[in-house]
């Protein structure tokens, strides 16, 4: 068990400081531009994988349409956490990203008619009051960055709920499927805001795609090696990640109303966590996308 706590703890690690990085790109290029290349990185890590594990990428795709709207999903998440990271602080895009498990319930229970009860309906409107409270502005923040956030929060989390329904697709696969939408997708995208790339430009958003994926990987592999009940605190660690960041490569301080919004919006998906059915050991909150 301590084996995974120690690869979730990296694995968190690795996101945060991946996603530093996405910030500091997305200043220089474009975000479809890096959504696009990074998915050719992370495809690249995920080659070896499917050639030694024989996968039939192509000829044999579970219920290919919720593939292709999980891996749009996702997409779209990662594009509107880069395009919220021009403009906001990084603690704050965690933040709102942190509401995941809120609305990943709330969702779940819209689309696949899983009971929620009471308790979670408290957690979930104290979550959304926490969101509501981390809205008002801090130093930097704009409206409309807040609003690419929290809809790429959403998107994450109809992504997560979709998970459920492709459980018996691996997770290699799930991920080659989403860096290849990204790669057309978010490449066809790029060609109105494509930016020049230096050597090293073009090496740093390959770097984003191999080190996502690598932390995806190490998410799913501590969720082998220990209990998720043990793991569920360890993804909040992106908050304190993302302060810590913020504030040494950035020079970004967290207003108080992010610090308590974000308080509160822990202690709603923890309680909601809590109280969550289990599916083969995970829950679908818990299954990390190659995103944020």
């Not at 479809?32 to 995920?46: C, D, H, N, T």
């Not at 819209?110 to 929620?116: I, K, P, Q, S, T």
């Not at 809205?135 to 807040?146: D, I, K, N, V």
């Amino acid at each position: 068990m301590a084996l995974g706590v120690g690869v979730a703890f990296l694995g968190y690690f690795a996101f945060a400081l991946n996603d530093a990085l996405a910030k500091a790109l997305v200043v220089s290029f474009g975000v479809a531009q890096v959504v696009a290349i990074r998915s050719v990185g992370g495809f690249l890590l995920l080659v070896p994988l499917l050639v030694r594990s024989k996968s039939k990428l192509f000829t044999q795709v579970e219920q290919p349409g919720l593939q292709f709207l999980r891996a749009a999903l996702a997409m779209v998440d990662t594009g509107l956490f880069y395009a919220a990271c021009v403009y906001l602080p990084l603690a704050d895009v965690f933040t709102f990203y942190m509401a995941g498990p809120i609305y990943t319930t709330l969702a779940s229970h819209f689309f696949l008619r899983e009971n929620v009860g009471w308790k979670q309906w408290i957690a979930i409107i104290v979550g959304f009051l926490g969101v509501v409270l981390a809205l008002r502005p801090s130093s930097e923040a704009m409206s409309f960055a807040a609003v690419f956030a929290i809809s790429g929060s959403v998107s994450y989390s109809l992504a997560m709920v979709i998970n459920k329904k492709l459980a018996r697709t691996s997770d290699a696969v799930l991920v080659s499927y989403q860096s290849i939408v990204g790669i057309v997708g978010a490449g066809a995208f790029s060609i109105f805001d494509w930016r020049p790339m230096t050597m090293s430009g073009l090496a740093a958003m390959l770097l984003l795609g191999l080190v996502g994926t690598a932390a995806h990987l190490m998410l799913t592999r501590a969720v082998k090696l220990a209990p998720v009940s043990v793991l569920a605190p360890i993804q909040y660690t992106l908050l304190l990640w993302g302060i810590v960041f913020g504030i040494v490569f950035f020079g970004d301080y967290p207003s108080v109303t992010t610090i308590v919004g974000s308080a509160i919006i822990v202690v709603a998906g923890l309680s909601i966590f809590g109280r969550q059915p289990k599916m083969r050991g995970t829950s679908i909150t818990q299954i990390p996308l190659d995103a944020p």
